[in-house]
């Protein structure tokens, strides 16, 4: 009788030595976690301590009683400490009067939060079921053909005096000629302007959302744009990043109330959707939840993103001041500091909830570039701008006097985090730069 011998799969095994646990991301050097922004405290006094951290603060915001960490163990159910305060809420105003719709799950089992939109101008109707720790809801409404089956062979063989010669640039001359805007098609240029003109339109956020939330400001929204300014930073993110981790909060807080314990929650939430949709490489999830000083768990995180995918309706794709201001400037033929100093003027618009959000991107835009070319003594409003995009500058005239006077004031403010971005010497220095107390009008 002959044996047999089985014999394992070792050209698919991973030998002893290399099975290495993998490192925890969150996990750095002392050093790093001193580098690290933390969001300070989100007060009423508009006040910023630096580097103080949320999680280790424990102080009521109002009362200046000490709270419990939301993830530390007091000895309270889950279930209880969720049934006492709701994070989210959203109001339904009716004829009968303001309604509410609560929602949450009563077992055991972590489910996700998710609220649908089916879109701009219906109503939420149906809510999955909610972790009672994560959301509670109330409603907020608002005045090739195929091949012909030849099996002919072509003759792939060519004779050297029938070969081409084509001499093409070199590498670098061709980058250099490249652009990276989007509108580098010229047969396109007019419709793709005129398609982002249009979807501006449709992804504008309430200019008067903050009536509605009855827990958060303007300041703390405010800190909390500064602070995403510093975390964009750390991580070496793109600048149209920043612009569409806020875009998202806006747009959120438009349809949702939202507890101001959880406010860093949904930016940091905001900024992870973001860096996914815009980066190559975004930050791990892990990577977010280190940043908030472990305040905020992954699986918020997680759940928190599922719910603001819903609310968004998935639709992530939003036109942006970035995008808009580069486009302009391109026309223009602008010189690299007044495109940064543009650049600058926009992201400053980025921490005012109001008057900003009453403008389109593609106004704010158009205002900064005619206040940077101003301010450099150039063209305030060139003709090829007002045939491109629209505008005039009477039309500009509001918004340029808000982002004239936020630039008069860029020195004073308690958070400073775009002003010192915009010190580096790769964006020529713009922040030191002062504003001319003349108008061209």
């Known amino acids: 009788m002959s044996s047999f011998q089985i014999l394992e799969d070792q050209e698919n095994r991973i030998p002893a030595q290399r099975r290495v646990k993998r490192e925890d991301p969150r996990l750095k050097s002392n050093v790093q976690a001193n580098k690290r922004p933390v969001l300070g405290a989100i007060s009423t006094n508009h006040l910023r301590k630096q580097p103080s951290r949320v999680a280790k603060q424990g102080v009521s915001y109002e009362t200046g009683i000490p709270l419990q960490n939301e993830n530390a163990n007091t000895g309270v159910s889950e279930k209880d400490a969720a049934s006492s305060k709701w994070p989210f809420s959203i109001h339904e105003d009716s004829e009968s009067g303001s309604t509410s719709l609560s929602v949450g799950s009563t077992n055991t089992t972590e489910s996700i939060g998710a609220v649908g939109l089916a879109s701009k101008h219906e109503s939420l109707d149906k809510i999955e079921e909610v972790h009672p720790s994560v959301v509670s809801l109330q409603r907020i409404s608002h005045d090739s053909d195929k091949e012909n089956g030849s099996k002919e062979e072509l003759d792939m063989s060519v004779c050297e005096s029938d070969a081409m010669v084509i001499e093409s640039p070199p590498r670098e001359e061709i980058l250099s000629r490249r652009g990276d805007d989007i509108f580098d098609v010229p047969e396109y240029a007019a419709d793709i302007y005129k398609y982002l003109r249009e979807a501006e ?26 602070w995403l ?81 819903k ?32 650049l600058f003027l926009s992201e400053l618009s980025l921490l005012d909830c109001d008057p900003f959000l009453r403008y389109l991107p593609s106004q704010i835009s158009a205002a900064a570039l005619a206040l940077a070319n101003h301010t450099k003594n150039l063209p305030v409003w060139p003709d090829v701008c007002v045939k491109h995009t629209g505008y005039t500058l009477d039309d500009l005239k509001e918004c340029y006097i808000n982002i004239h006077t936020v630039f008069s004031r860029v020195s004073e403010t308690k958070q400073h985090a775009i002003r010192e971005k915009y010190m580096a010497i790769k964006w020529n220095v713009v922040s030191s730069l002062n504003p001319r107390q003349s108008f061209p009008w």
Not at 209 to 222: A, F, H, L, S
Not at 278 to 288: K, L, S
Not at 316 to 338: D, G, K, Y
């Open 201 to 226: 339109v449709c992804h504008k956020p309430r200019a008067n959302y903050m009536v509605k939330q009855t827990d958060i400001t303007n300041g703390m929204r405010w800190i909390l744009v500064d």
């Open 229 to 309: 300014v510093e975390v964009a930073e750390e991580y070496s993110l793109q600048t149209e990043t920043l612009y569409l981790a806020v875009s998202y909060i806006d747009r959120f807080l438009s349809h949702m109330s939202v507890k101001r314990d959880k406010l860093q929650l949904v930016g940091t939430t905001a900024m992870f959707i973001a860096a996914k949709y815009e980066e190559i490489y975004p930050p791990d999830v892990g990577q977010f939840a280190y940043i908030t000083d472990n305040t905020y768990k992954v699986s918020q995180i997680l759940r928190m993103e599922h719910l603001i995918l």
């Open 311 to 342: 609310v968004l309706s998935f639709d992530m794709a939003v036109p942006t001041a970035n995008v808009f201001t580069q486009h302009c400037a391109r026309l223009i033929n602008s010189s690299e500091e007044t495109l940064h100093l543009a």
